[in-house]
């Protein structure tokens, strides 16, 4: 009997295990796994379907082992016996045939009497019916093995192995169930599983199942143009492009949906695309295989669409696009969208999710941004050293523009005017060179000297996910006259103004454009001496 026992027993788990993850897809682990250790659980699939994946566990019931440890029975977990039962009860569902069995253990006695056979659907709906046992308010409850939230989660190494241990503090019969919460991740939840440690000689089964929850892959997303190194300028046009591996045929559902951060506007005419880029004979045709729509508060709207980081644009495939769909293509959505006024020096960022066959992944989120540069205006007069309010500087492409019209220049970029203490700022740029030229200065301080530089910012970004860090590198240019006013000052660059000709500098540039003209007047005034001079001569002759 004992023999008969063990054997029946171990079908009826392993049934329980096999049918737990039924109508959940293909989820065979990318490599094949060391076999786990006596004692433990190990789960197995892709690196999609495990990784990040958390779950609760239930101790059901231990083992009965005879004095060779051959496994003869098992004994329902005390915490968690009126549950146990209660879902045993409600699985066998003959009549009478709970009756009479005493004290017996009734999970014990239902593998026994082979109402928990393999492939049977009895196996699948006691993992139910104990999963349903976990609600909150569910009476009576199962109890976890742990107080921590959740019991385990399986690290992505793990994953990336195909393959995920967990040990219990006891060999015996478990209820994992998923807990992982569906935003963000790229697998549905598993539908629970009951499985038992693994024992030696497998005599209650090998400890080891395939989860097959679905899968569904992530969708990468990158900026095409209109971004160097990460960064913009308000008013760029930037194209991002959006792929996505499918996972089967003609799937229930596809959804691209974008969320872009303040700062962009997807206008109303957008240029978007989307392609099979596997398949170039496939075509994609708005609003016969796609329809484009916005969601503003929680509603359907159009476009256009500014970004608060909540509001999102979605392409949601009709019936006729889902046939076209076939597993492993890659579907490509492509679309414009503008830098508006909005935007800071905080990055710009945007986040899609695709829904596939009902299963929402998300990818990472793509970030540019803006830079900007500052700068020190001063006054040589003692109230101002520390700081020059009310001079006005233009931000320039080129020193053609910026020494334009008599030095006033034209198509400024931008222009920004020195506040109270002397900081001159300009935002909204990219990475670039410029070239700043001051076109207005405060009263009581010498026009005729408005001194011009060149800057150039530069950008770097690790990778799309990351900030741009912005370095701005300031010098002087030979197109442009800066009198020797423009200069790094412990670290600062700074621009004077000064109040009479005699307080320019003595080096550079303009100190010698000063000597020049000094000496102008010298050989001029000594030209005049000699005259004088001569004539005296001629009169005393």
Do not use: C
């Not at 967990?166 to 697998?187: I, M, Q």
């Not at 939840?189 to 090998?206: C, E, M, P, R, V």
């Not at 900030?467 to 790094?488: C, E, I, M, S």
């Amino acid at each position: 009997m004992k023999g008969t026992f063990t054997k029946t027993i171990a079908a009826g788990v392993a049934a329980i295990a096999t049918l737990a993850g039924l109508a959940f897809g293909a989820g065979a682990a990318t490599a094949a796994p060391a076999e786990p250790a006596e004692g433990s659980i190990q789960l197995t699939g892709s690196e999609a379907q495990l990784n990040g994946r958390q779950f609760d566990v239930y101790k059901i019931a231990g083992y009965n082992t005879d004095a060779n440890k051959a496994i003869t029975g098992v004994t329902t977990d005390a915490t968690n016996k009126a549950a146990v039962d209660a879902a045993v009860k409600a699985t066998v569902t003959d009549k009478g045939f709970f009756d009479g069995i005493g004290d017996a253990d009734v999970l014990d006695y239902a593998i026994n009497q082979g109402k928990l056979e393999a492939n049977s659907a009895a196996a699948r709906t006691l993992a139910d019916k104990l999963e349903a046992a976990t609600a909150a308010d569910a009476k009576p409850a199962l109890t976890k093995v742990s107080k921590d939230e959740p019991t385990f989660t399986i690290d992505a190494e793990a994953a990336k192995a195909g393959a995920y241990t967990y040990t219990p503090a006891d060999p015996g019969l478990y209820l994992l169930k998923d807990v992982t919460a569906t935003a963000g991740v790229h697998a549905s939840t598993s539908l629970a599983i009951l499985i038992g440690t693994k024992t030696a000689n497998d005599q209650f089964g090998a400890g080891t199942i395939a989860i097959k929850n679905a899968a569904a892959n992530k969708p990468n997303k990158t900026i095409t143009n209109g971004a160097t190194n990460g960064s913009v300028a308000k008013g760029d046009t930037l194209t991002y492009q959006i792929t996505y591996t499918a996972t089967k045929d003609a799937p229930t559902s596809f959804v691209f949906a974008d969320t872009p951060s303040t700062g962009l506007t997807i206008p109303a005419d957008t240029t978007l695309t989307v392609t099979d880029q596997t398949d170039n004979k496939v075509v994609f045709t708005a609003g016969d295989d796609y329809t484009v729509k916005t969601v503003v508060n929680g509603k359907d709207a159009e476009l256009p669409l500014t970004g608060n980081g909540t509001d999102q644009l979605t392409v949601t495939f009709t019936e006729a696009g889902l046939k076209k769909i076939k597993a492993n293509d890659v579907i490509a959505l492509s679309y414009t969208a503008k830098v508006n006024d909005a935007a800071t020096t905080d990055p710009i960022t945007n986040t899609v999710t695709v829904t596939d066959n009902g299963v929402v992944s998300e990818g990472d989120t793509v970030r540019v941004q803006e830079g900007s540069f500052t700068f020190k205006k001063v006054g040589v007069a003692q109230a101002d050293v520390d700081g020059l309010a009310g001079a006005t500087f233009g931000l320039y492409a080129s020193a053609v523009d910026a020494n334009a019209n008599n030095g006033k220049g034209q198509n400024a970029i931008a222009t920004a005017t020195s506040g109270n203490d002397g900081t001159v700022k300009f935002d909204g740029l990219k990475a670039g060179t410029y070239y700043v030229k001051e076109t207005a200065t405060p009263n009581g301080y010498l026009a005729a000297y408005q001194p011009g530089f060149k800057v150039t910012l530069a950008a770097a970004q690790t990778d799309k996910n990351g900030n741009v860090t912005f370095t701005a590198t300031f010098a002087k240019d030979n197109a442009l006259a800066d009198y020797g006013l423009a200069k790094d000052v412990n670290g600062t660059w700074t621009v004077t103004n000064i109040q009479r000709k005699d307080q320019l500098p003595n080096t550079g540039a303009a100190g010698i454009a000063l000597l020049v003209v000094v000496g102008a007047l010298l050989i001029g005034g000594g030209s005049l001496i000699v005259l004088k001079s001569r004539k005296g001569l001629a009169r005393i002759a």
